[in-house]
């Protein structure tokens, strides 16, 4: 089964830098699609950035982009330009593709997140 | 567009009690997850429906069970509550016609068990 790590428990970030989070998965597949999600405390779960595993360009979504190595299993969020709304819990998550394995059905599998704070 | 909705927002039950949520998807999707998320941790997954059949399953115990009527829309149910049920419950509704399966997350209901 597969498995998501997100190592950072908190970090913080002033306003305007740039800041990285970190995230490692294991998995014996080759085809599966890479989330990050950001919670602020209202706690509507909202999608920041996907990510295809057969796709070797990093993928980038205005101020946020991703450092994806596939052999290496990493997959880490840069968020550049950091603003007061962008403090949240962020959740690095995985899913195979519908049917992939006989089995899939698309379920997410979040990791454990990281609470990042932006300060003014 | 509405997004996906849930209804209640937060809910107080005693231990051995039991509990239903109400999830309604966005327009035109007819699939409905649910996931558990306990406090300071990240979502658990517990049920896929999709054309009101359950698709998937995840490590819960049998006394969480769920539908999902003819409109799409779909119920929780947790019988004989535990204080470890406490918990933010999740629903999230995708098309499921490609696959990609993009889900979108509603608000959440908030469980609290004494």
């Known amino acids: 089964a597969q498995t998501v790590t997100q190592s950072q428990p908190e970090m913080s970030v002033q306003e305007a830098e740039t800041v990285t989070l970190s995230c490692t998965y294991d998995t014996s597949e080759s085809n599966y699609y890479l989330f990050w999600y950001k919670q602020p405390p209202s706690r509507q779960m909202i999608l920041v950035i996907r990510?295809?595993?057969?796709?070797?360009q990093n993928a980038t979504e205005n101020r946020f982009s991703v450092n994806f190595q596939k052999a290496a299993k990493s997959f880490s969020l840069k968020i550049s330009d950091s603003q007061l709304g962008d403090t949240a819990m962020y959740f690095c998550a995985f899913m195979y593709p519908l049917g992939a394995g006989g089995t899939s059905y698309g379920k997410l599998t979040f990791g454990q997140g990281t609470i990042l704070t932006v300060h003014p | 567009d509405a997004g996906v909705t849930q209804s209640p927002t937060h809910l107080i039950k005693t231990r051995g009690q039991q509990v239903t949520l109400r999830c309604s998807p966005i327009?035109?999707?007819?699939?409905v997850s649910w996931y558990q998320q306990v406090l300071g941790q990240g979502p658990q997954f517990i049920f896929q429906y999709y054309e009101k059949e359950e698709r998937g399953r995840g490590n819960f115990p049998d006394r969480f069970s769920a539908r999902q009527f003819p409109n799409y829309s779909s119920e929780l149910n947790v019988n004989a509550l535990l204080l470890g049920d406490s918990a933010l419950y999740l629903c999230a509704s995708s098309v499921r016609d490609s696959l990609y399966n993009e889900q979108f997350f509603g608000p959440g209901t908030r469980l609290t068990v004494l």
């Open positions: 327009s035109g999707h007819k699939s």
């Open positions: 990510q295809e595993a057969y796709k070797q």
